[in-house]
């Protein structure tokens, strides 16, 4: 006899994870020989330009008695703290001076080094790699070598549009990323008369499959029932229109959408800036309607508009959470975030034995659920 459902109860703990690329901010933020202050997962950094435009990413700490780097002074190349002018290498933030040392002293000031980060510019944002923690002292030890580059949005021919968008919400990371990933929200969160309704609900088919680290909505026709993708197959003039959606550790939504030779490719990441806080970043690259005047306009306006309701649903979320409320995830429709949370915890649980992360689908899945 199959099992009873129950809801599982779950409270996130919203823990952060170390040991990945996030996107601190859009790069157009920053320009040379300036310096920007960041957070990211609860730790202040300072963020800035070399003289030749190349970004750094620094603790934003003075190694010697803690004053924030972003008070110093800058030249493009190095960086002095306004508290005794200790210098800093911006890349790789070893120190390069110590004024107050006398020509007898011999302390080794190269061995001392400012906490910098692997730090990367790619699709209108500076990607900043966050290394697990080091032992203390940290004030001594050279930047960390991240495993792989930052991520990139997918393109799929070399004439294309790019845009982002960015929305602040006052919830954990763990509340925005299975927000994200919630295929039940849409007809009441994204209501709108182009899109979707209550009335449209019907019931949903959908395949999943385990991928490194993450997890796939198999390449599948999206829902006939809204009115972008009878457009766009009209536009198009394809037969068949796939969409792919992946999930990735730690924080990775990529959405990959083609129609013959148009494509449509989205990476969406909700980076924690601290335990009660994340944002949202979308940027999207895309060939479709390319010289058809206002649609990528209109593609932003929608998006937006996307982005800002789900925005506004965390925010009226957040005070609901203020009080430690028990929650649950019931099934199809928490399954996403479910595979999160166990994913989250085989990762770290790899990591602290140092053997391989055990993935915690067996194998492809179907999923059901009304949306
Ligand atoms: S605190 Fe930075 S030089 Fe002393
Ligand atoms: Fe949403």
Redesign the pocket.
Known sequence: MPELDSPQRQSPDSLMLTGFWYRALPADRIQRNQLHKATLLEIPLVIGRDRVGQPFALRDS?P????PLNCGRFDGENLE?G????QFDVHNGQCQLIPSLTADQNLKVDRIYAGSCACEEQDSFIWVFVPDPGPPGAGVAPPVEPPDPAPQVEKFSSKYKLAYLEAEMPVSIDHGIIGLMDPAHGPFVHQAWWWRSQHSIHEKKKNFEPIPNGFRMSAHTPSSNSAPYKLLRLYADADSISTTIDFVLPNIRTEIIRAGKYWFSSLTTVTPITRNHCRIDVVAAWNLFRWVPFVPAALKFVFAKFVEQDRRTMELQAEGLKHNPHLMLIDDADRPAKWYFQLKAAHLEAKRTGTEMKHPMPGPVTLKWRS
């Open positions: 003075c010697h008695r803690g004053m703290c508290y005794h002018g200790w």
